[in-house]
């Protein structure tokens, strides 16, 4: 958190709780722009070799990214529909899926 051993030694509880949670957000919010930006990245990237219009959300699905009001599991790309884990083929046949949908030219 970059406290000096004063300013530790100085805080009650709840201000160490606060700055805690403060920290921990503000980290948070860096991990998400590092993230955000590497995702647009991708888009530019992808973007002209590929015939439809696409998003960065479409690309490259994010965790915190919400749809109906709760958040997208980032473990859903890993599990079949009724949580079982998916086999190789079946992460093969999601991949052609995918590359049906981007076309020819990703």
């Known amino acids: ?10 805080m009650d509880t709840d201000e160490f709780d ?5 920290f ?9 722009e590092r993230w955000e930006r590497m995702r647009l990245l ?7 070799w590929s015939k439809k219009k696409l ?5 490259l ?8 009001g709760t958040p997208k599991d980032i473990t859903q790309n890993h599990t079949e529909h009724d949580g079982t ?7 093969r046949a999601r991949a052609e899926e995918m590359r049906k949908l981007l ?3 990703y």
């Open 24 to 32: 921990g957000e503000h980290e948070d919010m860096l991990e998400r």
């Open 85 to 91: 884990r998916l086999s190789k083929a079946a992460h």
């Open 18 to 22: 606060a700055a805690s949670k403060a």
């Open 103 to 105: 076309g020819e030219r």
């Open 61 to 68: 699905p994010l965790p915190w990214d919400v749809k109906d």
């Open 55 to 59: 998003t960065a959300e479409k690309l």
């Open 42 to 48: 991708g888009l530019m990237t992808v973007q002209p």
């Open 1 to 10: 958190m970059g406290l000096s051993v004063d300013d530790f030694l100085g």
